[in-house]
């Protein structure tokens, strides 16, 4: 390696961490947050014996997981406009990745829903529950532990799918990656750099899972 | 002969019926149990002991008839009944379940007070002071901040009962209690339930142990496709049935081959 390619990799690693810490990492979290509160609703609204409610949800859910996500924040962001429309290309972001991963969350969440044995219901009726307390306090916490993997992998696709964020021109990991990599003409080099700090990411993601799953062993029925 | 024949009864229950799909599982029951009556329920699998021991605190939800327990107002299913009503007819009863249904994610201690201090809303400090004192009753005191899997089948099953007992029911419901239990562990369950029924608890037990519904119940009522069979003291029952079916699965339960 010569001393340009030195001197590049060390003036750009910093913009494009910046760009994680700034950008990436909070549009992560903020979306998957919301995206998570979406989910449980439209999970308990799945199963709902109301056919109007389940259906309102199913069909959310099967439009969002048959639409691409690039699609979705462009119709959000440069489609909406023209009702009159017009959000910020931060709050477009997050709005569209939380719709996106509230419909991928709520089958998880409803499958860990459903996969509470039925005795946890009745003795938690046999107690003097109410349905609405038996499931915040009985069934959602139990329903949490076993939808821990499934929702670590949604959340580690969803650190990378905020990589399409850069096509609305907010300012995260792989914006400034392009920026650097326009002003520098060394794309290779720029972009594996890229690459590697979303490594990072989820490598570091994926061993918090870990430490997670161990930890809220206990809580599973058997 | 006893009190308990003047007093109103604790449980009453009027043609009682209950079909899942089109199989009929329960058949126009008629019950009555005194205050302080231990009545074990007893039949083949299927024969709808527990679905009728569910139906007593609405885990169930007949499809006609009507229950009353300890004086309030009968239950009518012929239509079914609102969630209120449901919630009404549990504050009176506990149930034990066969399989514990323990809560996983609380500790020993949270899984009893659960009930008194969230949906009683009684103060925690008196209730966990009943807690410890039921646990140290049942010997389980080191156990309390114990997660359930951490403990032994008996262990939990002993938790379950002090759960139930910490609701302050007028009414206990045992959905074969030792059913899951290795066989050396049935003994600490039935013996603690014994002394339940010394002490004057109000018991519905569904069981296959017969040597303790002799020792333990004053009626056994057998339970075969959706009727009550035959019902007596366990003296009558166990040696003098007048039914051949009560007859026939007596003698299955003591010989089994």
């Known amino acids: 390696m010569n001393q340009s390619t030195w001197d590049l990799l060390r003036s750009s690693f910093w913009p494009i961490v910046q760009g994680a ?202 | 002969m006893s009190p308990t024949e003047a007093s109103p009864p604790l449980i009453d229950v009027h043609g009682l019926s209950k079909s899942f799909g089109s199989t009929r599982v329960l058949e126009s029951i008629e019950l009555r149990v005194g205050r302080g009556e231990v009545l074990v329920l007893i039949g083949p699998s299927g024969s709808g002991k527990t679905t009728l021991l569910r139906c007593l605190n609405g885990l169930e939800i007949a499809d006609g008839g009507t229950v009353e327990v300890a004086g309030a107002r009968a239950i009518d299913f012929s239509s079914t009944p609102p969630p209120k009503v449901l919630a009404a007819l549990r504050d009176r009863s506990a149930m034990v379940f066969q399989h514990y249904n323990l809560f996983p994610h609380k500790t020993v201690l949270e899984n009893i007070v659960e009930g008194p201090v969230i949906v009683q809303k009684r103060p925690r400090p008196e209730v966990l002071e009943e807690a410890l004192a039921l646990l140290e009753r049942v010997g389980l005191s080191e156990k309390k901040d114990s997660y359930p899997f951490e403990l032994s089948g008996g262990q939990q099953q002993r938790v379950g009962i002090v759960r139930a007992l910490a609701l302050k029911p007028q009414l206990l419901l045992f959905d074969e209690p030792t059913s899951a239990l290795d066989p050396e562990l049935i003994g600490d369950v039935l013996g603690l339930m014994k002394e339940l029924a010394v002490e004057g608890w109000t018991m519905v037990i569904v069981t296959h142990e017969l040597q303790f519904a002799r020792e333990v119940a004053d009626e056994v009522a057998f339970v075969d496709g959706g009727v009550i069979v035959e019902r007596g003291t366990a003296q009558q029952m166990f040696s003098a049935p007048t039914q051949e079916r009560t007859r026939q699965f007596l003698h299955r339960l003591l010989f089994p081959f």
């Open chain 1, 21 to 222: 810490l700034v950008g990436t990492i909070p549009l992560a979290l903020a979306s998957f947050s919301i995206g998570l509160v979406l989910a449980v609703a439209l999970a308990l609204m799945r199963l709902s014996k109301v056919r109007v409610v389940s259906g309102i949800a199913r069909v959310y859910i099967s439009l969002v997981r048959g639409t691409p996500l690039l699609v979705q924040l462009f119709v959000i962001f440069y489609g909406l406009p023209s009702l009159g429309v017009v959000i910020d290309k931060w709050p477009s972001a997050v709005l569209a990745f939380s719709i996106n991963v509230g419909g991928y969350a709520a089958e998880v969440v409803r499958a860990a829903i459903l996969s509470v044995p039925k005795g946890q219901w009745e003795a938690a009726y046999m107690i003097g529950m109410s349905r609405r307390r038996a499931l915040t306090r009985i069934i959602l916490p139990q329903a949490a532990r076993v939808s821990v993997p499934p929702l670590s992998n949604t959340f580690i696709s969803l650190v990378k799918d905020t990589s399409l964020a850069s096509l609305i021109l907010v300012t995260e990991l792989f914006r400034q990656a392009q920026e650097i990599a326009a002003f520098s003409g060394d794309f290779l080099l720029v972009y594996l750099e890229a690459a590697f700090v979303y490594w990072m990411i989820c490598l570091l993601l994926s061993s918090i899972q870990g430490v997670l799953e161990k930890r809220l062993d206990r809580y599973v029925a058997h």
